[in-house]
């Protein structure tokens, strides 16, 4: 009974060792596709401030109703002006109160050429610090779906090129892995800064020298450069 339970006990690495030899009959591929596409959707930040007394009619109200007749008459719907942060204390004085407040906004244009416009429009209005906050693309979804089966169709090739040259049969698919990076804005797809553009001042010292039939800018906005990796994993016989 001892002999066989000492045969038994030498066999057991013996077997373990023909597992894992079987199950290393693995080849990883990585698939990749990337894309450069002009933005579409462009979204601009301001502020404005004021300091008035409580019995005057508050100057900046009077501007966004003007910003947002001016935006209706180019195209632009009044909800795609929006108010972003709002921040506002009270001065109390012998014989008058005052509030100062501070406001910021942005505005989303789907028509890049109307950057320039929708910028002397607002400084002249009496915005500052007007600075592009964000770009994007309408349809960087269905981009990104198109770049995911490119990635899948070159992991297959390359697995493929692999297995004809070494003599080799692929087997069937044994882990697919999947990642994407978005480089422009968009929050690096909702968390990190890696799809933020730089910011971009523009600072109203004063519009004298704006042309107000002033056309669009032919200088291009930064691409949106899109990428996808597929890792996948084949067996091999």
């Not at 429009?121 to 610090?129: D, T, V």
């Not at 994007?136 to 692999?162: F, G, P, R, Y």
């Not at 480089?183 to 971009?200: A, C």
Request: aromatic fraction near 6%.
């Amino acid at each position: 009974m001892k002999k066989v339970l000492t045969i038994l006990v030498a066999l057991i690495p013996l077997m373990a060792l023909g597992q894992s030899t079987n199950v290393d009959k693995m080849i990883t591929v990585v698939g990749f596709a990337d894309l450069e596409i002009e933005p579409d959707i462009i979204v601009i930040g301001m502020s404005a401030k004021e300091s008035e007394k409580s019995n005057k009619k508050s100057p900046t109200v009077t501007m966004e109703n003007e910003i947002t007749q001016f935006l209706g008459t180019i195209g632009i719907e009044p909800d795609k002006f929006t108010l972003d942060r709002y921040s506002t204390n009270t001065q109390y004085g012998l014989f008058t109160t005052k509030y100062n407040t501070t406001k910021s906004y942005k505005i989303t244009i789907h028509n890049i050429n109307l950057l320039d416009t929708v910028v002397v429009k607002c400084m002249e209005s009496g915005m500052n610090n007007i600075y592009i906050q964000k770009i994007d693309h309408s349809k960087i979804d269905s981009l990104q779906n198109i770049l995911l089966v490119n990635a899948i169709e070159s992991a297959k090739n390359k697995a493929k090129t692999i297995a004809d040259n070494m003599n080799i049969t692929l087997g069937k698919v044994n882990s697919v892995n999947e990642s994407f990076k978005i480089v422009g804005n968009r929050s690096d797809y909702y968390s990190n800064n890696d799809f933020r553009l730089e910011e971009v001042y523009v600072v109203a010292y004063g519009t004298g020298s704006l042309s107000r039939g002033r056309a669009g800018s032919t200088i291009s906005l930064q691409k949106l450069n899109l990428s996808k990796t597929i890792i996948a994993q084949f067996e091999i016989h």
